[in-house]
């Protein structure tokens, strides 16, 4: 199920405790305001919220591909929000892309599959990275929503040994999505170890 915060204005392109968020904070607001006033009517579309519908059929395919059973909800929030929740269930004051809400487990009276948890993911933060990767907002929701997904089935890239990352570009690949958080957050340390191994040479 897609919802969206009834704080944010949809003319614009822009109990369950979450246990991981995103890899980091959200870009500046310059950067994301910047991304959410193009210029060009083409740029326009390019980073438009997509329709519920059109996302909805997206969670259902990445959750088959997961492999994840349960009803899931995506919210879709602004910075504001998300840094709240973040403050809230993670002790970190500071908005982030993406927050998953792993189910605590059945509820009296309902199967034990009902609910796998929920996703929360700022469209505000979505839309700067979106223009800072070179696709749609509707590609970086995406992505979002596939890393959430497999975090609620339990992978954790912060304390497993590259599990998650090898399954999120397995099933990026699957889904025919760009580059995934994961990778986004090692390139950089790559390329720094790279420069720090080449000023160490004689």
Known sequence: MILLDPDMDPESPH????????????PKATKAKR?????????????????????SRFLSEAQAA???????????????????LNRQFRGKNKATDVLSFP???????????????DIAISVTTA??????????????????????LLHLAGYDH?????????RERLLRGKLGLPQGLIERAEAPKTTASKKAAKAKRP
């Open 15 to 26: 109990g369950r405790r979450p246990v991981r968020g995103g890899l980091g904070p959200a």
């Open 66 to 84: 997961v492999r994840l059973k349960g009803q899931v909800t995506v919210l879709l929030t602004t910075d504001a929000a998300i840094r709240k």
């Open 103 to 117: 189910s605590e487990g059945p509820f009296p009276g309902s199967p034990a599959e009902a609910i796998a948890g």
């Open 35 to 55: 991304a959410a006033v193009p210029t060009t009517p083409a740029k326009q579309k390019y980073l438009r919220l997509p329709s519920a519908r059109t996302l």
């Open 127 to 148: 839309l700067g990275q979106a223009a800072d990767h070179g696709h749609s907002l509707s590609t970086e929701i995406k992505v979002l929503i596939l890393h959430g």
């Open 158 to 166: 912060e304390a497993d040994s590259g599990q998650m990352a090898r």
